[in-house]
């Protein structure tokens, strides 16, 4: 083989070994964990169905007129997020777990449109996620401003160039103290990037891994409270929040 031939080839032969490794660690997310499969199932509070490539967990009350869409975290397996999708389903949300290429959110930012026109007996809608889900949640809203009345960020924050202040939406930020990733100096830094009616839950003891099912997580802080309890004051102050919007008098 000629070495002309040989230095062409080698180009190529790096950059399929770059993707196949990129294929492999992105297609290796965490978790899910016991807790969350059991999620999974419907009961006589929450149907639990897959619509398209999304899960719906659908609050079997008379009448439900609010919608929330979870993007997962970045390299995390959207299953681990389904005890959230299901706790905030039973206090009378319908919730769209919506899971992404590769498990990372930024290849299909705009996924959320697909749920509000599949759905369109809601009348109200939130959008948000946890990590770089909730990046991309925030890039939805930067994008399609006026589609959703709703920002959910779990441990998260908007990127520098998707300032949302000038919105019409309401939002609200839930951090752990102890988040080694998203800490909690990064998300006092992104106040300037959020409206300013944005409401800021700070959970003591909380850190990164547990806004979601799916174990530990390298880098992040150790947390001094139990998942339980911060899964606990996640769905309430995020079915606070969704009952707020559902009543402020903006419609989608």
């Known amino acids: 083989m000629k070495k002309r031939t040989v230095l062409l080839i080698i180009p190529v032969i790096l950059i399929l070994a770059a993707l196949?490794?990129?294929?492999?660690?992105?297609?290796?997310?965490?978790?899910?964990?016991?807790?969350?499969?059991?999620?999974?199932?419907?009961?006589?509070?929450?149907?639990?169905?897959?619509?398209n490539d999304w899960w719906v967990f659908t609050p079997l009350t008379d009448e439900v007129s609010t919608g929330f869409i979870i993007y997962p975290g970045g390299r995390v397996d959207w299953r681990s997020y389904a005890p959230l999708a299901k706790a905030i389903a039973q206090r009378g949300t319908l919730v769209v777990l919506v899971p992404m290429p590769f498990n990372l959110a930024v290849f299909s930012p705009q996924k959320g449109i697909e749920v509000i026109r599949a759905n369109p007996q809601i009348r109200f809608w939130a959008i948000g996620g946890h990590s770089l889900g909730g990046a991309m949640a925030a890039n939805f809203v930067y994008q399609k401003p006026g589609l959703v009345q709703g920002l959910v960020l779990w441990a998260s924050y908007p990127a520098e160039n998707?300032?949302?202040?000038?919105?019409?939406?309401?939002a609200v930020?839930?951090?752990?103290?102890?988040?080694?990733?998203?800490?909690?100096?990064?998300?006092?830094?992104?106040?300037?990037?959020?409206?300013?009616?944005?409401?800021?839950?700070?959970?003591a003891g909380g850190n990164h891994a547990q806004f979601g099912w799916y174990g530990n997580q390298p880098g992040d802080g150790e947390a001094l409270i139990s998942r339980e309890d911060q899964q606990l004051i996640v769905v309430e102050e995020t079915a606070r929040f969704l009952g707020q919007i559902s009543v402020s008098g903006v419609e989608k």
């Open 20 to 51: 196949g490794g990129f294929t492999v660690w992105a297609n290796t997310p965490l978790g899910p964990m016991p807790e969350a499969l059991s999620a999974l199932v419907s009961d006589d509070q929450v149907q639990v169905e897959q619509q």
């Open 173 to 203: 930020s839930i951090y752990g103290s102890e988040d080694g990733l998203a800490t909690v100096d990064v998300i006092k830094a992104s106040r300037v990037l959020l409206p300013a009616a944005t409401r800021w839950v700070e959970i």
């Open 162 to 170: 998707n300032s949302l202040k000038d919105l019409p939406v309401e």
